[in-house]
Nanobody, 122 residues
Framework: VQLVESGGGPVQAGGSLRLSCAASGDYRLQCMAWFRQAVGKERVVVATIDRAGPTTYADSVKGRFTISKDSVKNILYLQMNSLKPEDTGMYYC???????????????????WGQGTQVTVS
């Protein structure tokens, strides 16, 4: 499985960005997620989406971010609105084969990772 992110960049506070993650390879993924890692901080989950569609969000982004996927094109998206400086960080796309009632929220539960795309909000 290969994951390739795009769409990051600099943006002013209050602005919007849409991140994309193209997935390729022979796979059967249960969950996909976006993680964020700020400089000097741990990698934390931003949003997850289950194979069947249910989504979860970190409290800090609820109402501002939307995770979605195009299952035909195998692309994961993260629409980010009303961006704040604290949203700054490297954003990673991740995929997990773990099946359960909810998508996992810890990095260790995700087997596949993209290279990351930087988002800088000023």
């Amino acid at each position: 499985v290969q994951l390739v992110e795009s769409g990051g960049g600099p943006v002013q506070a209050g602005g919007s960005l849409r991140l994309s993650c193209a997935a390729s390879g022979d796979y059967r993924l249960q969950c996909m997620a976006w993680f964020r890692q700020a400089v000097g901080k741990e990698r934390v989950v931003v949003a997850t989406i289950d194979r069947a569609g249910p989504t979860t969000y970190a409290d800090s982004v609820k109402g501002r971010f939307t995770i979605s996927k195009d299952s035909v094109k195998n692309i994961l998206y993260l629409q980010m609105n009303s961006l704040k400086p604290e949203d700054t960080g490297m954003y990673y796309c991740a995929a997990s084969e773990i099946a359960g009632d909810f998508c996992p929220s810890l990095p260790r539960d995700y087997k596949y990772w993209g290279q990351g795309t930087q988002v800088t909000v000023s």
